[in-house]
């Protein structure tokens, strides 16, 4: 097909230090979990929540959203902070 390749900066992982939250279902196809884990070390402020659920968890789980909007109200909340209470 004689494709030249693409600009290796855009293979790079991106690093940032913006307040990142992911919100995953462990039943995800599209974006299996273990690469969530392995690609969240890039986002040095993260959070991570896990559902019991599989892919778009935001529109899928009023718990997700609380813990969406406790994030977005303070995006320093610690991990064991980001409940549905």
């Given at each position: 097909m004689q494709i030249?390749?693409?600009d290796?900066?855009?293979a790079m992982a991106t690093e940032t230090e913006v307040p990142s939250l992911?919100?995953?279902?462990e039943l995800d196809t599209v974006t299996p979990?273990?690469?969530v884990i392995s690609q969240k070390q890039y986002f040095k402020n993260n959070r991570l929540d896990i559902y019991n659920l599989s892919h778009d968890i935001l529109s899928s789980d009023e718990?997700?959203?609380n813990v969406?909007?406790?994030f977005i109200d303070d995006?320093?909340?610690?991990?064991?902070?980001?409940n549905c209470d």
């Open positions: 030249e390749p693409g290796p900066k855009v992911f919100l995953h279902g979990l273990r690469d718990c997700a959203e969406a909007a406790k995006n320093t909340i610690d991990q064991k902070s980001l």
